[in-house]
């Protein structure tokens, strides 16, 4: 084999903050051969990322610096080269793509100019050559009809649009190395899989090699030629992926192996009463135009649901993003007006006011997604669990209040020691448990999962939906479980119901949906779950 | 749950929080990012060490003695009102400074004065030459003593006695009127600056939060209401109103309020759909609780850093008043009267230069507080 394309040796970064040192990746090396797709994988903040951006020289200076190593791309030395130097490699020879496409686009130039940007800084095109490279481009990532999309600005595309711009202007100058930072992390599995079929579709036409970083196992299995598996800054295990994946040699690669969420629900018991109930439950946000802003139409979030939850089940709602499915769980805890009919426990909600809901609020609780949003940085962790009780139970006393915050603190299985810590100093697992706490304390009989586990990683979202299993038996809660995820639905629903534009596509008991669906669009959804396949164009959104 | 479950629960873990250090780790990290600024920190001490000395104006300068012993007994003139007639006068209030009651107590015990001998509104009745006079430095010792009686060697033509920055048209020490103007400036803006930052965040966090109708009505007040021409309209108050600290105050607070509008409004409506905030919500936590407890620690931060800059502002908001001879009532101290006078009398550029130092150093130390303070808070600023 000939030299290899890029090649790192013991790279090492440091980060400096206030005095101290911390090593983000210590002595990693691996090479990348032309054509070929490594794949750097890992849970957060085990430095892959680190990794991947120090081969641009991307990194902060001077908080980040590099005590060892090298990265030799093509035999020259990115760490030793000027800015100059640098700048000619970067979107040229090497390009990258990120995560977050909402937010890796400028939104205030429209595609054309952005695309148009890369090619006139490297190849000087500009004007109509350009505009017909532009447009070749977007052809190739699969945008239709790209002649109208040119004058598009990001807020117009959806998200698996903008990774595609994304993609575009990744090849605009032909690299010949991607390095692709999580690029299906932040979209739905059906765009995800959209997306890896036209990476898969690039790599082949234009023989680039690949730098992929994700968490996500299936992905690597289904796409990548070599992996690397890192942990704690350094890389554990690394081989071809066949070999790593029927045979692993480290601790650490067998465990994220392992890690699928898996099992599963509790039988369901029908003479349990019911805990919630909906009937055509409407959600619909008025579209004003004019000067006197009349109504002229609504965007139906939610459009007619009936829906049924009996204690110690699951209820999963899923569904693209924008299909409405958190509306619907907002709804239902009476966060967002509505229509229809909503029972808890056999009351009428449906009119009740912020005041006649607060007694109610205690019994349904809300987990949200992200859990680093939905902790308030500046309060302890025992001060936010107590928040809830502060309000519902407010003749506790503070030894009592500090008995059930380490009651439910050891509930979800985390050292009530740490209570006096603040968030930051906590994994994104540990945050979702402690924002599962927070629900737990006041014991709920109704919680909204809001899609608990997208946000973490593939290890920690199996742990996270053992924990809510386990706490479904144990108090007999019924959950409305939102995700997009079905392999997470699968391991926890007795019930799901199948969402798209704010109606419903199927509705029944897991097990029929997810051995027979009934319709297309479920089928579509499961096979870019299940298998990471993309389903033809038309049947999931773009 | 059951009753061993939270013995064992209650065993194990302490129930008391572990004492932390006064300071958060966050804010220990802005301490430590506001001393890595050099000039801001030593401005902040130099400038807190000129405050606190100022606040003790009344030790430094001033026309009573700080201690007296009269026939036996010790007295404290600077802060208990003795009447004149306990020293065998007349008057309802003793004037330590005149000759008859120097020489009464001076023979019936001592008095220690303070290194000034003069409060802003002393008049020097011993005047080398026609106010406004001369530093001291600037005569020799024959022309400076030449306003007492007898001369050079007259007992009263020592230090304390003497101006050292000059005296302004009415005889009145400047360096006493400076510290007293100084004390006033300050009090006066950080009086107007916190009152303007209670009205200004609690307006700016029922906008942001509530949003909607309310947030448009207020919003569209709050441009109406800053385009009015604020000094045409002190000016017309002044002529209605008796002067003064108070009056001053309550007028310029109508007015300066909406400066914090902005920041915090933004950071309130930015802060609203954050998913801690929806937490709390679906927890029943009522709207002003949620405001206090998880959004206003969010806005203390811009407003924070915009401190330093009203306060410099209010300052000279004041002096420029002052200047007009539309501030405080006539005989108080007041940095901008200084300059008024300095205007005036332009052979005695002591009192132009003492205002204009006063003034300047004064406001550069606060704007370079304000930028320490503003990189404290930056939360991407690294310093090596």
Redesign the interface.
């Known amino acids: 084999m000939s030299a290899p394309l890029l090649s790192i040796r013991n790279l090492s970064v440091a980060f400096h ?2 005095g101290k040192t911390s090593l983000a990746v210590e002595n990693v090396s691996f090479d990348i051969a032309r054509g070929e797709v490594v794949a750097l994988v890992g849970e957060s903040g085990s430095g892959k990322s680190v990794s991947a951006n120090s081969i641009l020289d991307l990194l ?1 200076h ?2 980040a610096s590099y005590p060892s190593g090298e990265i030799l791309f093509k035999g020259k030395d990115l760490l030793k080269a000027d800015d100059a130097t640098l700048r000619k490699v970067r979107g040229n020879d090497i390009t990258m793509i990120f995560q977050e496409p909402m937010t890796s686009l400028n939104p205030l130039h429209s595609i054309e100019k952005q695309i148009g940007e890369i090619l006139k800084l490297h190849q000087q095109i500009e004007g109509p050559p350009a505009r017909t490279r532009i447009l070749e481009l977007l052809q190739q990532v699969g945008i239709r009809e790209p002649e109208k999309r040119l004058k598009a600005y990001p807020h117009e595309l959806s998200g698996g649009q903008r990774q595609r711009v994304m993609i575009a202007m990744a090849l605009a100058n032909r690299p010949e190395l991607l390095i692709a930072d999580e690029p299906t992390t932040a979209l739905d599995v059906t765009v995800q899989a959209q997306i890896l079929e036209l990476l898969r579709g690039l790599k082949s036409e234009h023989g680039m090699a690949m730098l992929f970083i994700t968490h996500d196992l299936g992905i690597v299995r289904k796409f990548a030629d070599r992996v690397c598996v890192m942990t704690r800054g350094r890389i554990v295990e690394t081989g071809p992926v066949e070999e790593v994946f029927t045979n692993p040699q480290h601790e650490y690669t067998r465990h994220l192996l392992s890690a699928e969420p898996t099992g599963e629900p509790p039988p369901a018991d029908d003479s349990k009463p019911i805990v919630m109930e909906g009937k055509d439950v409407r959600v619909w946000f008025p579209i004003k135009a004019g000067f006197l802003r009349k109504v002229v139409d609504h965007v139906k979030a939610v459009d007619g649901i009936d829906l049924q939850l009996r204690a110690g089940q699951t209820l999963g709602v899923v569904g693209e993003s924008g299909s409405g499915k958190t509306t619907l769980g907002l709804a239902l ?1 009476r ?1 967002i007006s509505s229509k229809g009919r909503i029972a808890f426990v056999g009351q009428d909600i449906e009119r009740y006011s912020f005041g006649e ?2 007694p109610l ?2 019994q349904m ?2 987990v ?3 859990p680093f ?4 940085p ?3 962790v ?1 001060d936010i669990i107590a ?2 009780l502060l ?2 139970e407010p003749s506790l006393s503070f ?1 009592e209040r ?2 059930r915050v ?2 439910a603190l ?1 509930e979800v299985n985390l050292d ?2 740490t ?2 810590r ?1 968030p930051h100093e906590f994994s994104g697992g540990q945050r979702q448990r402690i ?1 599962i706490a ?1 629900a737990m304390v ?1 014991k709920p009989r109704f919680v909204m999962l809001d899609e608990p586990t997208s946000a973490l990683d593939m290890s920690v979202q199996a742990q996270v939906v053992d924990l809510l299993r386990n706490l479904q038996a144990k108090h007999d809660l019924a959950y409305l479980f939102i995700s997009h995820d079905l392999r997470v639905v699968k391991a926890l629903s007795n019930h799901v119901i199948v969402m798209r534009f704010g109606k419903v596509v199927e509705q029944g008991p897991a097990e029929g949906i997810f051995a027979k669906p009934r319709e297309d669009y479920t089928r579509a959804l499961m096979a870019a779950a299940f298998n990471l396949e993309a389903v033809p164009v038309g049947g999931v959104k773009q | ?1 059951t009753a061993a ?2 013995a064992t ?2 065993r ?4 008391a ?2 004492r ?1 250090g006064l300071l ?3 804010n220990l ?1 802005r301490w ?1 990012n506001f001393k890595a600024n050099r000039r801001g920190y030593w401005s902040f001490w130099l400038f807190m060490i000129l405050f606190v000395l100022s606040l003790f104006a009344e030790f430094i300068a001033n026309d009573r003695p700080l201690i007296a012993s009269y026939k036996g007994e010790i007295l404290f003139p600077v802060v208990i009102n003795y009447p004149e007639e306990k020293f065998g006068g007349f008057l309802a209030e003793t004037d330590y400074r005149s000759d008859f009651i120097q020489d009464e107590i001076k023979a019936n015990g001592w008095m220690i004065w303070p290194p000034i001998r003069y409060s802003y509104d002393t008049a020097n009745s011993n005047i080398p030459h026609s106010a406004p006079t001369k530093p001291f430095w600037l005569m020799d010792s024959q022309e400076r003593c030449s306003g007492y009686p007898q001369g050079v060697n007259d007992p009263q033509c020592v230090t304390g006695n003497l101006n050292w920055l000059g005296t302004d048209d009415q005889a009145r020490d400047v360096t006493a009127r400076m510290i007293y103007g100084f004390r006033i400036s300050v009090l006066f803006g950080l009086a107007l600056t916190i009152a303007s930052a209670i009205v200004g965040v609690t307006a700016g966090a029922i906008q942001g939060y509530f949003g909607g109708w309310t947030d448009l009505l207020m919003q569209r007040f709050i441009e109406i209401w800053s385009s009015m021409p604020v000094l045409y309209i002190l000016l017309i108050i002044a002529a209605v109103l008796p002067p003064g600290f108070f009056v001053l105050l309550g007028v310029m607070l109508l007015f300066s309020w909406t400066s914090f509008v902005g920041v915090v409004r933004a950071e309130f409506l930015r802060a609203r759909n ?3 905030v ?9 709207n002003w609780t949620i405001m206090y ?2 959004l206003l ?1 969010n806005a203390m931060v811009a407003t924070l850093t915009f401190l330093p800059f009203i306060l410099s502002g209010s300052i000279t908001t004041l002096t420029s008043l002052d200047f007009l001879g539309f501030g405080m009532p006539p005989g108080s101290a007041s940095l901008g009267e200084m300059i008024a006078q300095g205007k005036k009398n332009l052979q005695a550029p002591w009192l132009g230069l003492a205002a204009f130092f006063t003034m300047s150093i004064m406001l550069s130390l606060l704007i370079f507080v304000g930028e320490a303070v503003r990189d404290a808070f930056d939360p991407r600023k ?1 310093f ?1």
Do not use: K, N
């Open positions: 903050q206030g902060p001077p908080a805890t966060l809901m607060r609020r205690r609780q809300i949200f997604q992200d949003g939905s902790l308030s500046r309060m302890s025992a928040e809830g309000v519902h030894e500090d008995r380490c009651w050891e009530p020691t209570r006096w603040y924002a927070r006041l | 749950m479950s939270t629960v209650a194990e873990a302490p129930v929080p572990p932390r958060s780790p966050t990290r430590e954050f998913e801690y929806r937490a709390a919500r679906a927890l029943g936590v009522g407890r998880h620690p690294t090596r």
